[in-house]
């Protein structure tokens, strides 16, 4: 596809749009988004004049986790190139997380795996009615290690121990029920509620947002070190090459039930 995977744009009041831009596959991320939404992070980094950022998906779903032909093209290749892409991913959800400017994601359709550590890295998650939620890794044989901080912090280590090993789907009211969205709204109101937050947002003063944030991370149970960090990446790099996650991604691409789960009678 020759569309940009990241579309972004700022407008006068200095509120920059971030849109995840494969509508195709339902915006599951793949390396070139990965880097298209870094890019984006870097210039929002480096532009003082960015006041807030809103986070949304072109299409019919918000994030459907990771592009699995992706993975499976990414999975044999050495121990290196596999960290490199965990760790890229990894800087995605933390840079975003760590954002001096409030942050506000706007939730349609699905948002699955990376797709939910993404908006429990965000400061105001609002969903439409028809949002469906889950934490999928384990069902292909890998598992959630980069993303597990900010879920914590979001809904809770007793619901991520739900979640994370059920990989079950929930909807918008669950979702707002264990704090994974602060609110939901009917599909066709979605963007004029992330309008009239971004509104608020613009009456604070910038510093004192950017100090209150910076507070809040400092105590959050989800806060860790760069070593930490590390190890999760290493450990989400590792799950991909296991044989486990071999057969998880060969059931995915041939539309069949994993050799784990039981037989159906």
């Known amino acids: 596809m020759s569309e940009q995977p990241v579309l972004?744009?700022?407008d006068a009041r200095g509120v920059v749009t971030v849109t995840l831009n494969r509508p195709h596959v339902n915006n599951a991320y793949n390396g070139e988004l990965i880097d298209g939404v870094l890019a984006g992070l870097s210039a929002i980094e480096a532009d003082k004049s960015v006041r807030a950022v809103v986070l949304k998906g072109n299409g019919r779903h918000f994030q459907a986790g990771a592009d699995l032909k992706w993975i499976n093209s990414v999975r044999p290749q050495s121990p290196e190139i596999n960290l490199a892409a965990s760790r890229a991913t990894a800087d995605v959800v933390d840079r975003l997380n760590r954002l001096p400017v409030p942050v506000v994601?706007?939730?349609?359709?699905?948002c699955f795996g990376?797709?939910?550590?993404?908006?429990?890295a965000c400061d105001i998650v609002i969903a439409a009615d028809n949002a469906i939620f889950s934490i999928t890794e384990v069902r292909w044989g890998l598992h959630a290690a980069i993303i597990v901080p900010q879920l914590v912090d979001a809904i809770g280590v007793r619901q991520v121990r739900r979640y994370a090993l059920t990989g079950e789907r929930f909807d918008a009211e669950e979702a707002r029920r264990i704090g994974l969205v602060h609110d939901v709204v009917p599909l066709a109101e979605l963007g004029a509620r992330g309008d009239a937050l971004v509104a608020q947002i613009l009456e604070n003063g910038p510093a004192a947002m950017a100090r209150t944030k910076q507070h809040i991370l400092e105590h959050a149970e989800g806060g860790f070190d760069r070593a930490t960090l590390d190890r999760l990446i290493e450990s989400h790099a590792g799950a991909r090459q296991t044989q486990e996650a071999a057969e998880g991604l060969a059931s995915f691409a041939e539309k069949r039930s994993a050799s784990?789960?039981?037989?159906?009678?």
Do not use: C, D, E, R
Not at 105 to 110: D, M
Not at 114 to 120: A, D, E, P, W
């Open 8 to 10: 972004s744009s700022k």
């Open 260 to 265: 784990w789960a039981p037989k159906k009678a």
């Open 114 to 120: 990376g797709g939910t550590g993404v908006i429990s």
């Open 105 to 110: 994601a706007l939730v349609q359709g699905g």
